[in-house]
């Protein structure tokens, strides 16, 4: 059992930066690939990024490529997605998860999902 704790939301103005944070419980976050969401209002939640277990590893979605980083620190049991150049169409409520699998770009992949956190951008 993997619970997630995500913070780091709030409000920021296009162009600006924002870092989220997820914070997990259990002994056994470095074997889990970790993951971000996210789900504007009105729209489905969609992929933005995951990191492997390890760290080595990550992958993105095209829409934020080169504009947002995700990084874990095993030892705080904490994954990281660093929010830059952002813009009024990055607004939405910012999930993490928890995968088992090796490869996590699908919600259904995904075991374990924190409560989410908003992320504001305005114009």
């Known amino acids: 059992q993997v619970q997630l704790v995500e913070s780091g939301g709030g409000l920021v103005q296009a162009g600006g930066s924002l870092r989220l944070s997820c914070a997990a419980s259990?002994?056994?976050?470095?074997?889990?690939?970790m993951g971000w969401f996210r789900q504007a209002v009105g729209k489905e939640r969609e992929f933005v990024a995951f990191?492997?277990?390890?760290?080595?590893?990550?992958y993105y979605a095209d829409s934020v490529k080169g504009r947002f980083t995700i990084s874990r620190d095993n030892a705080k049991n904490t994954v990281y997605l660093q929010m830059n150049s952002v813009t009024p169409e990055d607004t939405a409520v910012y999930y993490c998860?928890?995968?088992?699998?090796?490869?996590?770009?699908?919600?259904?992949?995904?075991?374990?999902w924190g409560q989410g956190t908003q992320v504001t951008v305005s114009s």
């Open positions: 998860a928890a995968a088992t699998t090796n490869w996590a770009d699908k919600e259904y992949e995904y075991d374990y």
């Open positions: 259990g002994r056994t976050f470095s074997r889990y690939v």
């Open positions: 990191v492997s277990w390890s760290g080595g590893r990550t």
